[in-house]
């Protein structure tokens, strides 16, 4: 069973910093493309990045130079640390797991942040 746990998120104010992770189980790692989606209500899902399983990374154009993905193999954990938060951030973070041949793809449950003063 592919279980995907996003945790980190909560409130902050402007200017701040979170860092969310997402802990996969019941996947192979290895084969996956990771990525983190955000959605605001009424809004589509949107990208915010991904880590290949070469380890290349990609932000989307709002998110580059203040967030950051990382992946953690042994422990089979992909984190996004977010700097220098913006109301606008606000949303519902999920972690999602591609299999790089297609086929299959999984979600977490998702994380709210808040941005706020």
């Known amino acids: 069973q592919v279980q995907l746990v996003e945790s980190g998120g909560g409130l902050v104010q402007p200017g701040g910093s979170l860092r969310l992770s997402c802990a996969a189980s019941g996947i192979n790692f290895r084969t996956y493309t990771m990525n983190w989606y955000r959605q605001v209500p009424g809004m589509q899902r949107e990208l915010v990045a991904f880590?290949?399983?070469?380890?290349?990374?990609h932000c989307a154009d709002f998110a580059k130079g203040r967030f950051t993905i990382s992946m953690d193999n042994p422990k089979n954990t992909v984190s996004l640390q977010m700097n220098s938060l913006k109301a606008e951030d606000t949303a519902v973070y999920y972690c999602?797991?591609?299999?790089?041949?297609?086929?299959?793809?999984?979600w977490g449950q998702g994380t709210q942040v808040t941005v706020s003063s």
């Open positions: 880590i290949s399983i070469g380890g290349n990374t």
């Open positions: 999602n797991a591609k299999y790089i041949l297609g086929g299959p793809e999984y």
